[in-house]
Each structure stands twice: as C-alpha cells, then as structure tokens.
C-alpha cells in the first residue's frame, strides 16, 4: 500500500555549499534531503521510501562546532511503500526454484510464496524451472505477473530491507494474463 508520510529529518549540508543567497541555500538544504532520501531505502516503521512530495519547513540553523556545516532540521511529506497482512497485491516472478518463488512487489524484492502455498501447483525443474498447475493450464516462471495475499512482512534491521511471506492460495489469486 502506497502511504503519504511526513518526515523531520536533519539535513548537514557542507560549509562550501553555502551561499548567502536565501534561494540557494534552500536549494542546497533541498538537494542534500533528496540524496539523503535516495541512500535510505526503507524505515521499519513507515516502509520503503519512494519520492519526496513536499518541503514543508525548513528549522533554524546550527551550526556544527568542528566543520562549520549547518544542521538544518527540514519537516516534508513523502510518499512510501508498505505492505500489510491481509492485503492483496501483485507481483512479478523474478526467481523461481524448488523451495519456492521470489516476487518483486514495487521496491520490494524478497516477497517468497512457499510451494506449500501454491496448492495445485507443481515444481518443473528445467533450464527455465517453473510451476505448473495442469488443472487450471497455470504456470509461474520468470517474468509471470502473479496476484497474492500477504501473510506476513518482517523488517531487517541490517540490510534496512522488508521480506514478505505470501500465499496464492484464494479466489482470483495467482498468475494474472493480460
């Protein structure tokens, strides 16, 4: 789910950015907030973060005591991803084995559907491995867009990165042919 946030984060920006121009300081403050943004990929609480909306407020300098740069404390809103037990998304195939299949979803890559949650399918080992369900005429491989149901979505706390658990099992889950 898409999510609108607002954020305060410190931005530093370098003494030799520093203009005396008030535009271009601002511009400077924005800049250095946007390749903040951009080196961050998600945060446990509000999910990945995809694009800045607005800069809503920019605080009051200070500045920091051994390099001279300034700490402007800067508020903005931002649009991030997360995803939510219970919901229902889509995905792409991206990697596909015998102990299951990893879907991208938006900025995440790790979301695994567990062969045991893809009842009627089975495992074709192969060049291009994929799961078949002869039943329905179903396949998933690489590249199939599929429809699911999230389980479960933990944060990892190292790799600053979401991994979902996910089922196909349900009404008009699954491979999706357009």
């Known amino acids: 789910m898409f999510l609108q946030s607002q954020l305060l984060w410190n931005v530093v ?3 030799e950015n520093i203009d005396a121009e008030g535009l271009m300081l601002q511009k400077a403050i924005l800049i250095r907030l ?7 990929k ?6 990945y ?3 800045v909306t607005t800069l809503d407020h920019i605080g009051e300098a200070t500045v920091r005591q051994h390099t001279g740069d300034l700490l402007f404390p800067v508020e903005f809103s931002c649009i991030t991803f997360k995803m939510f037990p219970g919901e229902v998304l889509e995905g792409v195939a991206h990697s596909v084995m015998k102990q299951g299949v ?3 979803c938006g900025a995440a890559e790790k979301v695994y559907v567990s062969p045991s949650k893809m009842a009627g399918y089975k ?6 491995p994929v ?3 002869d039943e329905k005429s179903l396949r ?4 199939t867009k599929v429809r699911f149901l999230v389980l479960d979505e933990k944060y990892d706390e190292i790799e600053k990165d979401f991994r979902a658990v996910v089922s196909l099992e349900g009404e008009f889950l699954g491979p999706i042919f357009v």
């Open 34 to 40: 946007l390749e903040d943004f951009s080196s961050r």
């Open 102 to 104: 990893f879907l991208r």
């Open 131 to 133: 799961y078949k369900n």
């Open 123 to 128: 495992f074709v080992p192969g060049e291009n």
């Open 13 to 15: 920006v370098p003494a």
């Open 140 to 143: 998933i491989e690489k590249g």
């Open 49 to 51: 973060l995809t694009a």
């Open 42 to 47: 998600a945060l446990k609480e509000i999910g």
